[in-house]
């Protein structure tokens, strides 16, 4: 199947730092992304779609501006989150999904704010 | 919107036997996708099987079975033989249609031990 990786798979930052985490589709071309944040025993919530070449979209209740996305190639999203805070601290996944209406996803990046 | 239930927060199966986990779905769409994943405590995310809602036969994918009712938007999944390996947190998801950027629902998930 087609494989997604993310970098870092864990990252540690002080409060109030900017930390940046990569999506990259290594095996196809992802028009569509998907960030999600997963809290510890808890399912996959979703913070914002990301497609190439625009804005993306995010969940209501998501800080655009805290929770930047950029996503400038059919293999590449980013996300960085500014000015973290020890609340921001999670495991964030993310998917990318080709033209078969299916997400693969990538194995996670695990954010620690201290 | 389209909501997913699991209403099993843990299940449990003893090794070689079989164990069903039940999801439904709540959505006014004909077409759509509906989808079980494992997360292993790696937390990869690793796709089990789909289903789409237009087709009537049920998917199968070695183990793993689905039973698809959709008049009564169910979806559960049966694993046959439960292998140690097969313990994880098992979501069901659906992906309604709309055109491009198609997003997951997700359920909350249920946890399944596989007991030796």
């Known amino acids: 199947g087609a494989v997604v990786s993310q970098h870092p798979s864990r990252v540690i930052c002080k409060s109030g730092t900017s930390v940046k985490i990569e999506c990259r589709s290594l095996?196809?071309?992802?028009?569509?992304m998907f960030w999600y944040r997963q809290f510890p025993k808890q399912s996959l919530m979703l913070m914002a779609t990301?497609?190439?070449?625009?804005?993306?979209?995010?969940e209501q209740g998501v800080e655009k501006d805290k929770f930047l996305i950029n996503h400038a190639s059919l293999t590449l999203s980013t996300l960085t989150v500014t000015s973290a805070h020890p609340e921001d601290s999670s495991f964030y996944i993310c998917?990318?999904?080709?033209?078969?209406?299916?997400?693969?996803f990538g194995p996670g990046t695990r954010l620690t704010v201290t | 919107a389209q909501t997913v239930t699991q209403s099993q927060p843990e299940m449990s199966v003893q090794e070689a036997e079989t164990v069903t986990l039940s999801c439904t779905y709540d959505?006014?769409?004909?077409?759509?996708?509906l989808f079980w994943y494992k997360q292993p405590p790696s937390r990869q995310m690793i796709l089990v099987i789909r289903?789409?809602?237009?087709?009537?036969q049920n998917a199968t994918e070695n183990r793993f079975s689905v039973n698809f009712q959709k008049a009564a938007k169910s979806f559960s999944l049966k694993i046959s033989d439960s292998q140690l390996g097969d313990a994880a947190m098992y979501f069901c998801?659906?992906?309604?249609?709309?055109?491009?950027?198609?997003?997951?629902?997700f359920g909350k998930g249920t946890k399944l031990t596989v007991n030796p």
């Open positions: 998917s990318a999904r080709d033209g078969l209406r299916e997400q693969y």
């Open positions: 095996d196809f071309q992802a028009t569509t």
């Open positions: 990301s497609n190439e070449g625009s804005k993306a979209t995010y």
């Open positions: 959505t006014s769409e004909s077409d759509y996708y």
């Open positions: 289903q789409e809602a237009y087709k009537q």
């Open positions: 998801a659906s992906d309604p249609p709309g055109g491009g950027s198609e997003k997951l629902v």
